[in-house]
């Protein structure tokens, strides 16, 4: 019986050198095939079981790690002979768990695996800069995650112009809800349904100068549809549970076979070359701001509503038979004056923004970089806390308006799209800085008659060309404290951000220092100073 340490072999050529017990090879030792293969590292039972290193000479192929009754099972690394690789979680033979996969193109996959398929939460980036972070089943993008084409590491404190899809999948398609944004100069984006990789349903365009485009349906199979489509036609759901059963190959994703058609812009009919925004807002507060107030809801103190027969309903008042009476009777002439004032307070307002536009525009490239040491060759976009720069060095905040009295007015406007009127982070399109602009602009000048000038005809035009002339371009580029070149870096200020919102916006300096600091003994209690 062999016990101890030995060397033993087989008449095929095999060879062990090693430990022995009970006749099996079992502890440390070398195992050395005729083909050029050998094993070195635990044996169990008879067994490759422990850790060990594997190496096939014939066919370039090596395994480091943890085996388990001859398999590779648990942490363990290997190199293919096509030069990919695996670093990870391997079951039986298979990887599952966590992982990162090297491909022989250079593609790159890290995240979650399933008998030896990308399954779960997981990012891949092609060599093209392509990247896609989010689920992924049987191999394929399927459920939630965001692809962007072209991406690459940005270590700086920018926003690149990415065209990139967030929403869901299905069989590495987009398939369900999701938002297409492009990389043009104004961030034209499409939110809607998709089915099987196709814009299909319910959806809205925003164009690169912030007119919204939306229907239901919006697109059929990929194809942009008229308003005259019959209104019966429901929207696709396109519900993304498959209840397939999952097949042991990896799936194609279709689009990936002409990536490079994805990421253009599609030709739209709201789309301005010169990202001027929508001016209705700022004309109807000027014209006619009555149109902008909250709508009441007429009621009575009892009866029954005339609709819905509910006695308790919002919807009560007085019947009117589908007829809307009006106390002023139309008069042709006094609609003609308005509708020429109109015409011509837009008229002038866009003339100004013609006069003003290249200028205002390298104005924005500056100021979308100002945070990065070296940024990108590329389009960028700003961020809140540029725009906020921007204030600071214009002495806006000096002029009895404050940075969220200005990110409120324009939360007001529905056409300005802003999101979250608080977050540093977020993206301001240029055609977002113009409404900014015109904003400030109008409490400032224009909403007081303060234009002593008429250099430029019409209130709003004028209002914004004194805007520009007497307070941006006098003083822009003469940055206002050190925040923008000693803060570049965005984690730390994330962090602090989301300190900030833990304890609850707004929040005053007292506050802040309060849920912050923690002061003991005789130290001076700062907080209860301020």
């Not at 234009?451 to 035009?461: F, S």
């Not at 003083?475 to 925040?483: A, I, L, R, T």
């Amino acid at each position: 019986m062999m016990e101890g340490k030995g060397v033993y072999k087989w008449s095929n050529g095999a060879r062990y050198k090693g430990e022995f017990e009970q006749n099996l090879m079992h502890g440390r030792g070398l195992l050395e095939w005729s083909s050029n293969c050998w094993y070195e590292g635990d044996f169990a039972n008879g067994h490759r079981h422990g850790r060990g290193l594997f190496v096939n000479g014939e066919d370039h192929f090596m395994y480091t790690g943890q085996w388990c009754s001859g398999h590779r099972h648990g942490k363990g690394y290997c190199r293919f002979g096509d030069n990919g690789s695996y670093d990870g979680d391997w079951e039986m033979e298979k990887m599952s768990g966590v992982g990162l996969r090297i491909y022989p193109s250079g593609a790159r996959y890290v995240g979650q695996w399933k008998d030896g398929l990308r399954h779960g939460i997981g990012t891949m980036i092609w060599t093209n800069g392509n990247v896609y972070r989010g689920e992924w089943k049987c191999g394929a993008m399927d459920g939630y995650g965001e692809y962007v084409w072209e991406g690459f590491f940005n270590k700086t404190f920018t926003w690149p112009q990415e065209a990139s899809y967030t929403g869901d999948w299905r069989r590495g398609m987009r398939h369900g809800k999701g938002r297409l944004k492009l990389k043009s100069v104004g961030g034209a984006e499409y939110s809607g349904y998709w089915r099987d990789n196709k814009k299909h349903g319910q959806g809205i365009i925003i164009g690169n100068n912030g007119e919204k485009c939306e229907a239901d349906p919006l697109f059929l199979n990929d194809i942009l549809v008229s308003s005259d489509v019959a209104n019966g036609t429901s929207r696709d759901q396109a519900e993304i549970e498959d209840k397939s059963t999952c097949v042991a190959k990896e799936i194609k994703p279709l689009f990936l076979e002409k990536p490079s058609q994805l990421g253009k812009a599609p030709v739209t009919p709201i789309l301005k070359p010169e990202q001027f925004p929508s001016f209705s807002y700022y004309l109807t507060r000027l014209l006619d701001p009555k149109r902008l107030e909250p709508r009441s809801v007429p009621s009575v103190s009892s009866g029954k509503c005339y609709n819905c027969d509910n006695p308790s309903c919002s919807c009560l008042g007085p019947h009117t038979n589908g007829a809307i009476v009006s106390e002023e009777i139309i008069n042709t002439e006094t609609v003609d004056a308005f509708k020429s004032i109109w015409e011509n307070e837009q008229r002038w307002l866009q003339n100004c923004l013609t006069l003003h536009i290249s200028r205002l525009r390298q104005i924005y490239k500056d100021y979308a970089k100002l945070f990065a040491k070296s940024a990108p060759q590329c389009n960028l976009a700003m961020s809140r806390l540029c725009l906020w720069q921007l204030w600071q060095d214009c002495g806006i905040n000096k002029k009895g308006l404050s940075l969220s009295e200005i990110d409120n007015y324009m939360a007001k406007n529905e056409s300005a799209f802003v999101k979250d009127p608080c977050y540093p982070f977020e993206k301001i399109e240029i055609w977002q800085f113009l409404h900014a602009l015109l904003e400030v602009s109008w409490h400032l000048y224009t909403k007081n008659d303060n234009i002593e000038d008429q250099e430029m005809h019409g209130k709003l035009a004028g209002g914004l060309h004194k805007f520009l002339k007497n307070d941006v371009y006098t003083h822009v580029g003469n940055h206002v404290g050190s925040f923008y070149h000693e803060y570049q870096n965005l984690l730390p200020l994330n962090c602090v951000f989301e300190l900030y919102q833990s304890i609850g916006l707004p929040c005053s300096t007292k506050d802040f220092l309060r849920a912050t600091c923690a002061l003991k003994g005789d130290l001076i209690n700062l907080y209860d100073i301020l």
